[in-house]
């Protein structure tokens, strides 16, 4: 397993899950109440690598998805199993097979306690979200936006550059130092200037729609 640790989270890297193909990172926070899951890759038995990091099911409160892809989402199948909770949009619904699901949200209360919020960022899917810590200047950016500065993929079903476009543009209006992207490196410094770069790069790559 490829661990590693930034303040309250811990990262687990999509490598560790290879064996099942294309599967996303995994990020933990831990609460006083509890462990909070962002993205749960696509590792249908996600719950034993949790375990194994030892963190105990009934102390899981829920966990959110930034979108509904399966390298992202199927790990929740073993949580839901479980009894804990999953949050993702609603708008996403109709990229997953399993159940239930719970919309984002729903989750709100739960983020906010933590300090965390929801921006919606549209284009990758149409339910595509991010989380935003404000006073730790730290963004989970699923596959809307990664570490060397590019933008996830507008061509799958449901993806719109223009919705991209736009979502950067909103991401770019945050100040962000930490980056926690769905795959590959995480950074912890000067994260707006990544995503201004993503920004720019899109606006050229992506302009004919
Ligand atoms: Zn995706």
């Given at each position: 397993m490829i661990v590693s640790k930034f303040g309250r989270?811990?990262?687990?890297?999509?490598?560790?899950?290879?064996?099942?193909g294309?599967?996303?990172?995994?990020?933990?926070?831990?609460?006083?109440?509890?462990?909070?899951?962002?993205?749960?890759s696509g590792h249908k038995e996600l719950l034993k690598f949790l375990i194994n990091l030892g963190i105990e099911k009934d102390k899981i409160i829920g966990a959110f998805l930034t979108h509904g892809h399966f390298d992202h989402s199927n790990g929740a199948i073993s949580?839901?199993?479980?009894?804990?909770k999953c949050y993702m949009s609603y708008e996403d619904l109709y990229l997953i097979n399993f159940n239930p699901v719970f919309d984002i949200e729903d989750g709100k209360r739960i983020l906010e306690e933590v300090g965390l919020e929801i921006i919606k960022t549209p284009g990758h899917t149409p339910g595509s979200v991010c989380f935003y810590s404000e006073s730790e200047a730290l963004l989970i950016s699923g596959d809307t936006v990664f570490s060397d500065g590019c933008f996830?993929?507008?061509?799958?079903?449901?993806?719109?550059?223009?919705a991209l476009k736009n979502s950067l543009r909103l991401l770019s209006s945050l100040n962000i130092k930490v980056l926690f992207p769905g795959h590959g490196d995480y950074i912890i410094e000067n994260a707006s200037k990544i995503i201004s770069y993503a920004l720019s790069n899109a606006e050229y790559m992506l302009s004919n729609y």
């Open positions: 989270y811990t990262i687990i890297h999509e490598e560790t899950f290879e064996e099942v294309l599967s996303s990172n995994v990020y933990i926070l831990k609460s006083n109440n509890g462990y909070i899951v962002f993205d749960t949580l839901i199993r479980n009894n804990i996830g993929r507008t061509d799958l079903p449901g993806g719109s550059n223009t």
